[in-house]
């Protein structure tokens, strides 16, 4: 075993076995323990921060100091990480981080392994399932430039548009980008589903001040895209009870204290009525008209039915 290869182990024996004698670790590397104590005082003039009781036989512990260490892992603990990053995309401010950390990871695991992270990183949606999924093409470097903050040419709908990226979003087990186009005076959400191709430009466009909650701008795009029909309803309860049952990418809710209104876009006004029926909540339409004239349909063909 060569020099560097003994320290990584005696820096993994550390992480591994907190309070390992310098007898233990001689034992366990195969070398005398003045080398093994003089591998621990190498690793303390490089700057990891080792603590230790004095005498042959003293104990010794990896503390915290001022950068962290590397993390030597083994097949499993690379798998819980790997596994740990995928939850990571759901929690709002570490998606990006996550997935730059999980292409890092995969860099740099042993060839043999990474047929496994492959495996982890595919599995996206529930077995039979027929959602669209962004390619890890092209996540992966949307991700990227996010963290660095550089304009891409993304291929969006098989048309190229050139971007200045702000944050990739999750809803609903889906990846949005959040991104200004250039000469653009607004922001706009791109599913990467529809995505097939992203290319650095190594720049960066002038943008507006970007979105304050890039969760919450997606899900307002998403409930009040390009739709063909604008839907306004009043409903009478509490907001906080029509919040628990509305999906915010379907519907915004407006609080007027005692009631509150629904608004949302769909180019389906039978969907629509559909849905409002499900809630089961009293309601009065206020926009548009014929949405009055299906949700009477639809309560005639369910009386007829049933």
Known sequence: MSTANRRLETLSL?????????????????????????????????????????????????????????????????????????????????????????????????????????????VEALPGSAQRRAGRDVLVPAALACRADEAVRIRHRDRPVDVQPHRLVTLRRRWYLVACPRGSDGWVVYALDRVTRVQPLGTRFEVPEPPADASAFVADSLAHGPWRHRVRVRVYTSADLVCELVDPTVATVIDNDDECELRLGTDDLDWAARWLAYLNLDLDVLEPPELNDRLRALGRWLADRY
Do not use: C, F, N
């Open 14 to 122: 550390l992480q591994a076995h907190p309070g390992i004698s310098a007898t233990q670790l001689a034992a366990r590397l195969g070398v005398t323990g003045r080398t093994a104590r003089r591998d621990v005082a190498q690793l303390r003039e490089i700057g990891y921060r080792i603590d230790g009781e004095a005498g042959r036989t003293g104990g010794y512990r990896l503390a915290s100091g001022g950068a962290m260490p590397p993390l030597l892992l083994d097949a499993d603990e690379v798998a819980a990480v790997a596994l740990g990053l995928r939850t990571a995309v759901t929690v709002e401010g570490l998606e990006t981080a996550a997935v730059t950390a999980l292409a890092k990871l995969t860099q740099v695991v042993p060839s043999r392994w990474r047929t496994r992270l492959a495996a982890l990183a595919d």
